[in-house]
């Protein structure tokens, strides 16, 4: 076994501390990953403080990069010294028709979590990327793209996947107006990547001050949500709407801002149930979709597309062991636009 030093949690909604821990030896298709940077997400904050009692201890973390410092005896894609990158998802079944296809994040045996998962071989909890070293299969590990800001990749490992897959599924380009509902960790992606995509891109946002910055990073249009006269402007707009809120609020303006066969799709997951009028759906046809993270395919060519095109998450680089702070002023959203761990 490796000893590996990291920052967990021992009871769900305990503050995270220094703690020294064991991974396994690579396996033969394994890398062994020196970790630099792991960006915070919020659904670490969630498992931290709200998480299964059974997950902990509890290392968080599903955002990655770093330097291969090892490899197995039959890895084929990775040599020491490699700058990868590694996502919420370690492992899968391989074999069902959703895995086949690259989309093992659909995976029918459900999927192996980069932490608090258990592994498919030896049964042991998977400890994420808030740690000195990760060792994972080969399959899900991807090549850091040339020329792009480690720190800034790391989120892309969860937020760009999440609002690239939905985007490019509804044809997302030019001749395309697509609207993007939220601008913190996942909307401020998601408008870069519509924009490098070549729509006509539309920020709704809550906060008027904003509005200067969503156009930096790509808006044509800025509308005010809780404006209600620019709101009733946007009837029939919108072929797509990305809505990335994670707090609870009211889908039907939204609705209305679609043209006929318009699609508003959720990727952001609020607390409480859904709920809206059916009229909002069947006038003009509209659908309700709804999309999480990516397969391994989804997620090389999302990283693709954004060394192509510059893309990558804006950052606020904090030491790892300010991570307690960290995870405060994300419960208080006091962040532009996401947090990422120094742990080298």
Not at 149 to 176: E, H, I, K, N, S
């Amino acid at each position: 076994m490796r000893k590996v030093s990291g920052w967990a949690a021992h009871a769900q909604g305990a503050a995270v501390a220094p703690w020294d821990f064991e991974r396994r030896e690579p396996r033969d298709k394994d890398i062994v990953v020196r970790v630099r940077y792991c960006g915070v997400c919020a659904s670490d904050l969630s498992a931290i403080r709200h998480g299964d009692p059974a997950a902990f201890p509890l290392v968080a973390g599903h955002e990655l990069v770093g330097e291969v410092s090892a490899v197995g005896d039959a890895v084929s894609r990775f040599s020491v010294g490699d700058q990868v990158a590694v996502g919420n998802i370690v492992d899968s079944c391989r074999t069902c028709p959703a895995c086949r296809a690259g989309r093992e994040n659909w995976c029918h045996e459900g999927v192996t979590l980069t932490y608090g998962g258990i592994d498919r071989v030896d049964g042991s909890r998977t400890q994420g990327g808030y740690s000195t070293e990760y060792v994972v299969d080969e399959h899900f590990a991807y090549p850091l793209p040339s020329g792009l800001d480690p720190a800034g990749v790391a989120p892309l490992m969860c937020a760009g996947v999440t609002t690239y897959v939905p985007l490019r599924r509804w044809g997302t380009g030019p001749d395309r107006t697509v609207g993007i509902v939220g601008m913190g960790g996942l909307g401020h992606i998601a408008l870069q990547l519509a924009h490098a995509m070549g729509a006509e891109v539309v920020q709704f946002t809550t906060s008027p001050d904003k509005a200067t910055e969503a156009r930096r990073l790509g808006a044509d249009d800025v509308v005010f949500s809780q404006d209600e006269q620019q709101m009733a402007a946007q009837t029939g707009r919108f072929d797509l709407i990305l809505d990335t809120v994670g707090a609870p609020h009211a889908l039907e303006p939204y609705l209305s801002a679609l043209s006929i066969d318009g699609t508003l799709c959720l990727v952001g997951i609020p607390e409480q149930d859904l709920r809206l009028s059916a009229l909002s759906l069947i006038v003009g046809a509209k659908n309700l979709a709804g999309a999480g993270s990516g397969g391994t395919g989804e997620t090389q060519e999302m990283l693709d597309f954004c060394g192509a095109h510059g893309i990558t998450a804006e950052t606020e680089i904090v030491p790892a062991r300010d991570v307690n702070t960290t995870l405060d002023r994300l419960a208080r959203n006091d962040v532009r636009y996401r947090f990422v761990l120094d742990l080298a």
